[in-house]
Nanobody, 121 residues
Framework: QVQLVESGGGLVQPGGSLRLSCAAS????????MGWYRQAPGKQRELVAH???????NYADSVKGRFTISRVNVKNTVYLQMNSLKPEDTAVYYC???????????????WGQGTQVTVSS
């Protein structure tokens, strides 16, 4: 059983910063990609950023230059440093990972439970 556990959400004023963390645990052979998605009320879930095992990253245009994704492979953990936060960044943020549980299984998609980020004065 694989679990993704997120932490670090909360309420912050515009212009402020937050750091999200997500740790994967359980039966894990390898993790190809780890990333963050977000879903605002009434909107579809969208990709925020993802990072591969080798450190290649991809960001949504709306967060480029403000958010930084990183990961520590030996800890199966991914981080999202969010700076210069705007009210439009308010959403539930979900951790996502493409995980191969065993050498004999194909990679599968896993999701965290979500953490609320609210940017408001």
């Amino acid at each position: 059983q694989v679990q993704l556990v997120e932490s670090g959400g909360g309420l912050v004023q515009p212009g402020g910063s937050l750091r999200l963390s997500c740790a994967a645990s359980g039966s894990i052979f390898s993790i190809r990609v780890m990333g963050w998605y977000r879903q605002a009320p009434g909107k579809q879930r969208e990709l925020v950023a993802h990072i591969t095992t080798t450190g290649s990253t991809n960001y949504a245009d709306s967060v480029k230059g403000r958010f930084t994704i990183s990961r520590v492979n030996v800890k199966n953990t991914v981080y999202l440093q969010m700076n210069s936060l705007k009210p439009e960044d308010t959403a539930v943020y979900y951790c996502n990972a493409l995980i191969r549980a065993t050498i004999a299984t194909l990679p599968d998609d896993y999701w965290g439970q979500g953490t609320q980020v609210t940017v408001s004065s």
